[in-house]
């Protein structure tokens, strides 16, 4: 069955609903070793939509199990924002509205959702 997810190593991604969600398992306080994995998905085996103009609301939710990991938040949107850059948009100066959060879940994962804001309900949170 065709779930719709795009997967290699650690990294899967998906569109659908007019957002794009990437997904990468486990967890390391290194912020810089999401940029190299993230981008080498992107470039070797994505074929979804090009980037687009215009802004953009990004979600990006941590999901740790036992301790929270000890790992700047801002790094980690940081090289995020990096690797998705001329994948989901152009610059990630286009990048509006950015949500960047860290919670206690069932595995180690980070979320990543991207949407264009003329796309969101005004006022309305990033999943309706």
């Known amino acids: 069955m065709d779930d719709g997810w795009t997967s290699h190593g650690k990294v899967r991604a998906r569109e659908g609903e007019g957002a794009i969600e990437v997904v990468i398992d486990g967890l390391t306080t290194q912020a810089k070793y999401y940029k190299p994995l993230i981008y080498e998905f992107f470039r070797k085996v994505w074929r979804g939509s090009r980037p687009a103009w215009g802004e953009f609301a990004v979600e990006i939710r941590m999901e740790y199990v ?3 990991p000890w790992l700047d938040l801002d790094n980690l949107a940081k090289a995020i924002l990096d690797a998705i850059k ?3 948009f152009h610059d990630d100066a286009q990048v509006a509205r950015l949500l960047v959060e860290r919670a ?3 595995r180690e994962r980070i979320t ?3 949407r264009k804001i003329s796309d969101l309900p005004m006022g309305r949170p990033f999943h309706p």
């Open 66 to 68: 036992g301790d929270p």
């Open 86 to 88: 001329g994948y989901a």
């Open 104 to 106: 206690a879940g069932e």
């Open 112 to 114: 990543v959702t991207v």
